[in-house]
């Protein structure tokens, strides 16, 4: 007999397919259900395991109602500020994440952004939409140079890590602030500041990729964006609780920083309408990890990690221990 398995969220079609050969599960690609429809499946189905994804927040609530056959609850995302780990810890539930996975086409997606921030894509597709037709002169819609530049990163793990050897390849010097230094092996060449603020004032370009939490809650407001070089270029591909997005919105009014490129909101996926009103800013709609190869790797990360513990074996992924 096949372990039960609820998920609640559309999967890619590969991952759907896994999960038929696998589970007994009535949506196997996954619809989007909310926390009650979810509930209620979970006891219906006398299911063994829930797959979300960040759209379905596990509070402390939510754990609560959760029905004892539950015995795993995997996100399919390196991201779980959704989640009460307290809540979750104490009721004894294990609960997994799908990191590393995701650091490459992550990656990609923050230089894109930067670039795009830096080189006026937005302003250029625009101009393309709507038919050229007439030439640029030399002094009209320059944007910024990023070969050569010093790029600031807030958290140097695998994602940080991954932005840090594309930036290489532009020819940028890399400064970075983590609560540890990392090994050399690790940091190749980097400079460590332990205080977030010391190293801003030596970075034209910041891209964060620090976890959403206290330490890190609106760390980008008005007193730290203004430590940055004048015409700075932001990039936040982390999570939108880092940032204050009135400041952010009056930095990038008043010329203090020259663009942005965002994919993650406070408040998504009904985000902060006065960015889409900005020529200098460079918008997605959270993708940092869209690609097939890299859902589809997500979606069977989420899955060993459920098949491994409703085995009796130790999670591959525990967000709690």
Same mark, same amino acid.
């Given at each position: 007999m096949k372990p039960r398995l609820i998920v609640s969220r559309q999967m890619p079609i590969a991952v759907g397919a896994r999960i038929r050969a696998e589970f007994d599960c009535p949506y196997p690609d996954g619809v989007d259900m909310d926390v009650q429809t979810t509930l209620?499946? %979970?006891? /219906?189905?006398?299911?063994? +395991? %829930?797959?979300?994804?960040?759209?379905? !927040?596990?509070?402390a609530e939510v754990i609560a109602q959760l029905p004892p056959n539950v015995k795993i609850a995997a996100t399919c995302s390196v991201g &779980?500020? $959704?989640?009460?780990? +307290?809540?979750a810890k104490a009721r004894g539930l294990p609960v997994t994440n799908t990191p590393e996975v995701l650091n490459e086409c992550t990656?990609?997606?923050?230089? =894109?952004? *930067? *670039?795009n921030a830096c080189r006026r894509g937005h302003e250029y597709e625009a101009v393309m939409r709507q038919g050229w037709r007439r030439g640029m002169g030399m002094g009209e819609m320059l944007g910024i140079r990023a070969w050569g530049k010093t790029l600031g990163i807030l958290?140097? #793990?695998?994602? #940080?890590?991954?932005?840090?050897?594309?930036a290489r390849?532009?020819? =940028? !010097?890399?400064? &970075?602030?983590?609560?540890?230094?990392?090994?050399? /092996?690790? /940091?190749?060449g980097a400079t460590w500041y332990p205080d977030f603020r010391a190293m801003l004032p030596h970075c034209d370009f910041l891209s964060l990729h620090a976890p959403s939490g206290d330490a890190t809650k609106r760390?980008? @407001?008005a007193e730290t964006l203004a430590l940055l070089p004048k015409g700075a270029v932001f990039v936040n591909a982390a999570r939108g609780a880092l940032v204050d997005e009135d400041a952010l919105i009056d930095a990038l009014k008043s010329g203090q920083l020259a663009a942005a490129g965002l994919d993650v909101f406070d408040n998504e996926p009904a985000f902060d309408l006065r960015f889409a009103a900005?020529? @200098?800013?460079?918008?997605?709609? $959270? =993708? #940092?990890?869209a690609t097939t190869e890299t859902r589809n790797a997500m979606g069977y990360r989420a899955l060993d990690n459920i098949q491994a513990v409703l085995a009796g074996k130790p999670a591959i992924d525990p967000l709690w221990s």
């Open positions: 209620r499946l %979970l006891a /219906e189905t006398n299911a063994d +395991a %829930l797959l979300f994804t960040s759209h379905l !927040k596990l509070t &779980y500020d $959704h989640i009460d780990l +307290a809540a990656a990609d997606l923050a230089f =894109m952004l *930067l *670039l958290g140097l #793990g695998g994602i #940080g890590r991954a932005v840090a050897a594309r390849g532009f020819g =940028m !010097k890399i400064v &970075y602030c983590n609560r540890t230094r990392l090994p050399p /092996e690790l /940091e190749l760390i980008i @407001n900005l020529p @200098n800013v460079f918008l997605t709609p $959270h =993708m #940092g990890s």
